[in-house]
């Protein structure tokens, strides 16, 4: 008999081994299986849709139990641009607000975390900042600690970096985890945050759709996208196309082309286009402009800086203009 238990104990030990078996080559042959999951929901929401107008935004997301948790954040916006001015290190940005509800056995965590998004250094086209926790409501602190997570006001929760592009380009808001929140593998309860932001973004002057791209990544990589579209209100013609260096509007960039610029500099000349005569693109018109062209043309330097070539707008606007119809739409 003891022969048989034993004999029966391996077979059953042998089974166990094998379902174990059957789930790691599952994994192996659809991880997708087997990677937590990651859908959160996000929304957001601008106080002001006035084309050339500043404007505020607010993003609420939800990160749900059971399902991984944010590592980062980024926001982009396709038009308009990121106004720095007035902002230095030390300055408030915006908040953000946690809201915590928890029901474990001995108790019921309620409240919110509290962080102030406070700039840590400001530069042309970027600006960094890091989100610090200011004030932890009701009894999330204690609850928390309990629970092992420690949470002290001071903590930096998520480290923030603003980037403006050229012109009327657009702008992105990069947020990434500093490891102080309880966000980092699978969550234990539901994460709603919500981010508030002054008016820093600009709208486009010319009016048309606003499109706000959002990716959200978990901890382990998974990533989820939030594809929103804003009309803006009102709005301008945009500014006439024009060819960079194209000083004599024939569609071309030839010797014709700093022969017309010189003799516009020193000869009473004229021309229809003045902004197409900034060839090196530093918002004055010279004799540096005709020089770039030469070089560019016939002594192994670079051509005009974009628009050049084709017809286009001016990446880095000035003022300087067509004040003249030119050759492009």
């Not at 607010?58 to 926001?75: C, K, R």
């Not at 915590?100 to 600006?127: H, L, N, R, Y």
């Not at 996208?225 to 071309?252: H, K, M, S, T, Y």
Request: hydrophobic residues 40%.
């Amino acid at each position: 008999m003891r022969v048989k238990e034993a004999d029966i104990r391996l077979s059953q030990l042998f089974s166990s081994s094998m379902v174990c078996v059957g789930i790691l080559l599952a994994c192996l042959s659809v991880p997708a299986l087997c990677v937590a999951q990651f859908n959160p929901t996000l929304s957001t929401s601008l106080d002001n849709l006035d084309a050339g107008q500043p404007s505020g935004f607010v993003q609420v997301g939800s990160f749900f139990e059971g399902q991984e948790g944010p590592s980062s954040m980024l926001i982009q916006f396709d038009r308009g641009s990121f106004d720095f001015s007035g902002y230095a290190p030390g300055q408030s940005v915006g908040s953000l607000v946690v809201d915590v509800f928890v029901q474990v056995v001995i108790v019921t965590i309620s409240g919110e975390i509290i962080a102030d998004v406070q700039v840590t250094s400001v530069g042309p086209d970027t600006m960094e900042a890091i989100a610090v926790i200011t004030d932890i409501t009701g009894n999330v602190a204690a609850g928390l600690s309990l629970l092992g997570i420690p949470l002290d006001i001071g903590d930096v929760a998520f480290n923030v970096l603003y980037t403006d592009f050229p012109a009327d380009t657009g702008a992105t808001m990069n947020v990434t985890d500093a490891g102080t929140l309880p966000l980092s593998g699978s969550l234990d309860f539901d994460v709603p945050l919500t981010w508030t932001t002054p008016a820093i973004l600009t709208h486009s002057p010319f009016g048309g759709d606003l499109a706000v791209d959002s990716v959200l990544t978990s901890t382990t990589g998974v990533v989820a996208n939030f594809n929103e579209i804003f009309p803006l209100n009102g709005g301008i013609d945009p500014p006439a196309g024009f060819n960079r260096g194209d000083v004599n509007q024939d569609g071309g960039f030839d010797i014709s082309d700093p022969i017309a610029m010189l003799s516009f500099l020193f000869n009473n000349g004229s021309v229809l286009c003045l902004i197409a005569c900034d060839a090196n693109d530093d918002n004055t018109v010279n004799i540096a402009d005709a020089v770039y062209c030469l070089g560019g043309l016939f002594g192994g330097g670079n051509p005009p800086p974009a628009p050049h070539g084709v017809c286009g707008e001016d990446p880095t606007p000035g003022p300087l203009s067509c004040d003249e119809v030119n050759n492009c739409p």
